[in-house]
């Protein structure tokens, strides 16, 4: 399904998301983009960059400013499950 992200929606995945190589890819040529970008995630993708994003909040690796949009980001993909 394709999900529209922000760029900063984008970084959060990245850098705390730990997406497979396919995805990284992607998200990582759309860096340099400000604008939201239609990205193709499957059930599996979601799943797994929600499950790290929780994991990483869980773990302290998420700064404390960030956490209600790490949060957010995950309550968002989450409806697409």
């Known amino acids: 399904m394709k999900i529209k992200l922000d760029q900063f929606e984008r970084e959060l995945i990245l850098k705390y998301g730990y997406?497979?190589?396919?995805?990284?890819?992607?998200?990582?040529?759309?860096?340099?983009?400000?604008?939201?970008?239609?990205?193709?995630?499957?059930?599996?993708?979601?799943?797994?960059?929600?499950?790290?994003?929780s994991r990483s909040i869980n773990h302290g690796e998420v700064p404390e400013f960030l956490l209600d949009e790490v949060d957010a980001l995950c309550q968002r993909l989450e409806v697409y499950l």
């Open 19 to 53: 997406p497979f190589p396919e995805l990284r890819e992607k998200l990582k040529s759309l860096a340099n983009s400000e604008q939201p970008e239609s990205i193709t995630l499957s059930r599996v993708d979601i799943d797994m960059i929600t499950g790290d994003l």
